[in-house]
């Protein structure tokens, strides 16, 4: 046994920040070894020591999948407005202007076509790094315009999930992605082409109610969150404890809402592998 | 009457109903008022109740025409507001409940059965919250499982099949959030009505009545036409729930102010393009007079569904796409 396998989900601590803290070094919040940093890049941002994934964002996650060269990013030039006046503690496009200038994006969704072991397909990331990776109107459009890409040009969909959710700041709007994206993924089931959801940590929400579940395959990385509702609100509303390893991939393939639990490691292969099984 | 005035911002009524049942037994005690004899006490006192009952109904005018978003939240939580089997009895004849996903179970929170309603042959789908303790326990307060989606997924196929028009019922805070609910695919459940929705082939009319709270509320509301009734609201999340993420806590100040940005109202969900139509309600809310809000979903069905039926399935389903492929607000930039 490893030393978390005794350890319930509560107890093991994932980074509070998207972003790893700057520094040569850093405590892995799984088996709390130091690891040197530029080693725990080199190894796919895993560590070394007890091959914890740590979160990455979209720009990361493009560069571990797709073959050197061959990404053409699309749909980048769209940006996201304020049309509900939402504000809380902050306006709305004072936290978006925020977010772009650290993120250096307009929002939290790259996509785009390229090619994973010489096989082509559309490929389209959610942005941990952005917001939470939330679903705004953006996202949802971003992720539509990549599954009506793939319809038309007959090409392998991947969409890389991880997501706190919709965006609270554009409400209605933002729920309505979630029908918005699902339709469009109807029509592409229909004309018979091949879509691999992959789940990380953590993809949640209405994220997960949409898009993420919808795959023809289901890939997740391992020990990713993966649930509809987050489990601090059941646990509000059960008032229980939760299982161990509760709403983590292996215990969500367990369930059977997950194909298949890959490493980071296995990622590229495993996605050109179901490809040459089911892509055209 | 008393659980009528469970809300804050009626406090004014209760206290002119006071009154006017007060002024009620007086002109009783004065012999009370007609044609042939009155006293001058009685007919002063009668001029009174009817000074009363003119200002209270000013006064129910007055407070339902200025809720904030957070008091129509709470009009639409009412404990007397009618509910999808509310309704059901309202305005549909002949029904014919059809229970169970043949998965699991049959879910309380969602009703599912064959009805008339005018010259249609239809379907209804609703989530039902449940009126008595008992009854809510079950339902979970409105709250559907994954078999209260798959429930409703499979008899919308059925009315696909057979050609009837669907209706559904919104009216749920949102999906269950537990154990059970997660390990049997809630995510699952919702995404996949989301998507098999979009495609069916027969016209789906759908009414926010209450509660339409985010991704179990769109579950059953993937439609060609949606309304909302007057008092009902819709987002993407419950103002306590933004209040408690956004502002870090939930009470009345941040609840009302999360409900003012999350413009989860009728109105602002036309506004926004969400919803097709606003049902007006009786004066003073459904819960008033259930009947007269019922008529008026029904008038929107009967001229709605004649309108759809014209349309092909292709066109039909073409054109529902578009209803939400439009959704969102975006800029086009220049570069990116
Ligand atoms: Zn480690």
């Known amino acids: ?280 | 009457m008393s659980s009528f005035y469970q809300l804050e911002f009626e406090k004014p009524l209760l206290e002119l109903d006071r009154q006017i049942e007060e002024a009620e037994a007086d002109l009783k005690r004065a012999g009370g008022v007609s044609p042939e004899s009155s006293s001058p006490d009685a007919l002063a006192i009668g001029s009174r109740v009817d000074a009363l009952r003119a200002r209270r109904a000013q006064t129910l005018i007055d407070v339902y025409s200025n809720l904030t978003a957070w008091e129509v939240v709470q009009v639409a939580r009412h404990p007397k507001r009618p509910q999808t089997r509310d309704y059901i009895d309202l305005l549909c004849r002949d029904f014919c409940e059809l229970h169970g996903d043949r998965r699991f179970g049959d879910d309380p929170a969602m009703v599912t059965g064959f009805a008339r309603i005018g010259p249609h042959r239809v379907l209804i789908v609703g989530h039902q919250k449940g009126r008595t303790t008992q009854e809510k326990i079950a339902c979970h307060f409105g709250c559907a499982h994954p078999e209260g989606y798959r429930k409703a997924m499979l008899k919308m196929k059925l009315a696909e099949k057979f050609r009837l028009p669907i209706i559904t019922f919104v009216d749920t805070p949102g999906a269950y959030p537990g154990i059970g609910a997660e390990e049997r695919g809630q995510a699952e459940a919702i995404a996949y009505n989301l998507r098999e929705m979009s495609d069916l082939r027969t016209p789906i009319l759908s009414v926010v009545i209450g509660e339409g709270g985010s991704g179990g509320a769109l579950g059953i509301a993937v439609a060609d036409r949606v309304a909302m009734m007057q008092y009902a609201w819709y987002s993407v999340i419950s103002p306590e729930g933004c209040a408690a993420i956004l502002w870090k806590q939930a009470n009345k100040t941040t609840n009302t102010a999360a409900a003012e940005s999350l413009k989860l109202t009728a109105a602002d969900n036309l506004r926004l393009g969400i919803i097709d139509r606003v049902i007006t309600e009786p004066v003073g809310a459904a819960h008033r007079d259930p009947a007269a809000a019922a008529k008026a979903i029904e008038q929107w069905i009967l001229v709605s569904l004649p309108e759809l039926e014209r349309l092909n399935a292709d066109e039909l389903i073409a054109r529902r796409y578009d209803r939400f492929r439009a959704m969102g607000a975006v800029t086009e930039t220049a570069s990116a």
């Open chain 1, 1 to 280: 046994m490893t030393q978390t396998a005794n350890r319930t989900w509560t107890e093991v601590k994932t980074p509070r920040r998207a972003v790893i803290p700057e520094g040569l070094w850093l405590r892995c919040p799984s088996c709390a070894s130091m690891v040197y940093r530029k080693q725990m890049e080199l190894n796919l941002h895993c560590c070394p020591e007890c091959n914890h994934h740590f979160r990455i964002g979209a720009d990361e996650r493009i560069r571990q999948l797709v073959d050197q060269d061959t990404f053409e990013p699309m749909f980048q030039n769209l940006a996201p407005s304020d049309p509900l006046n939402f504000v809380d503690l902050k306006g709305y496009p004072e936290r978006l202007a925020a977010e772009q200038k650290r993120a250096k994006a307009l929002d939290g969704c790259r996509a785009g076509t390229g090619f994973i072991k010489g096989r082509a397909a559309v490929l389209a990331c959610l942005d941990l790094h952005f917001m939470m990776g939330s679903m705004g109107s953006v996202v949802g459009e971003i992720v539509t315009r990549s599954i009506e890409l793939a319809t038309e040009r007959d090409l392998p969909l991947i969409v890389v999930s991880c997501s706190g959710g919709a965006r609270m700041q554009e409400s209605g709007l933002s729920l309505m992605q979630m029908a918005k994206t699902s339709a469009a993924l109807a029509r592409f089931d229909r004309k018979g082409g091949l879509y691999i959801s992959v789940l990380t940590d953590p993809t949640t929400g209405g994220v997960t109610a949409s898009f993420a579940m919808l795959g023809d395959v289901i890939i997740a990385e391992p020990k990713a969150l993966i649930g509809f509702a987050g489990p601090r609100v059941i646990q509000q509303t059960i008032r229980q404890e939760l299982p161990e390893g509760f709403q983590r991939s292996e215990y969500v393939q367990e369930s059977g809402f997950v194909d298949r639990v890959v490493p980071r490691s296995q990622l590229r292969n495993e996605l050109a592998r179901v490809i040459d099984y089911a892509g055209k």
